[in-house]
């Protein structure tokens, strides 16, 4: 699976729109890219995920550029909820979709 | 939809006893789940794979006699800490796939272990 750069930590006002970036620059044709959050002293929660194109659900945008070697999450309107360690995974179709967590992005959103 | 359980929230043990962790999921039938820990400021490790029916893939490293997995439902899996230690101490967190086709994995809300 592709390794994967995300900054440690990042700061949002609320009601700002929160840009997550994750660079992936050696993803391959068939992985996809998943993004995961974990509230502290929670389980992880599922997000969003895409393969090339822009993806866009109740939670979250994503971005992908189109040479797939970067994506973007995108949390329109964060709240103090959203505060959390944002994680961008990639995962191959096929594969025993096993989560690789890396060190993910600290979110705090500020009131 | 898409809501997996965990049970207890938190257990204190001695050391040298055995604790069992269930993982159930509530509104699917998962045939993987995942067994992953957790320690203070880290990221997730992920322990083992449970396929329902058969034995549990260990990762490098995970001792399968200490870390017994039972899959035998398709909405339970448990794990069984056994002889532990107080290095044994971390955050458990398992986690379902809804089928053979779907990718996303949907989190318990883990189990805090605390070993004295």
């Known amino acids: 699976d592709a390794k994967t750069t995300q900054p440690t930590s990042m700061d949002c006002a609320e009601g700002r729109a929160a840009n997550l970036p994750c660079n992936h620059s050696t993803i391959s044709g068939n992985e996809y890219v998943y993004w995961y959050r974990q509230i502290h002293s929670q389980g992880p929660q599922y997000i969003i995920h895409?393969?090339?194109n822009n993806e866009t659900n109740e939670m979250a945008s994503l971005i992908i550029t189109e040479d797939r070697k970067s994506s973007t999450l995108i949390l329109p309107h964060a709240t103090l909820r959203d505060t959390a360690v944002y994680y961008c995974i990639p995962i191959s179709s096929g594969s025993a979709r096993q989560l690789t967590f890396g060190s993910g992005t600290q979110l705090t959103v500020l009131p | 939809g898409a809501v997996v359980s965990q049970h207890p929230s938190w257990v204190i043990c001695k050391s040298g006893t055995s604790v069992k962790i269930e993982c159930r999921s509530l509104d699917f039938q998962a045939t993987t789940m995942f067994w992953y820990r957790q320690f203070p400021k880290q990221s997730l490790m992920l322990m083992a794979t449970s396929n329902e029916g058969s034995k549990a893939t260990y990762e490098q490293g995970v001792e399968k006699d200490k870390f017994l997995i039972n899959h035998a439902s398709l909405t339970l899996s448990t794990l069984t800490v056994t002889s532990a230690h107080p290095e044994d101490s971390s955050f458990y967190i398992c986690s379902a796939l809804m089928g053979p086709s779907i990718y996303e994995q949907y989190f318990g809300p883990g189990t805090r272990l605390t070993v004295t």
């Open positions: 895409g393969l090339k």
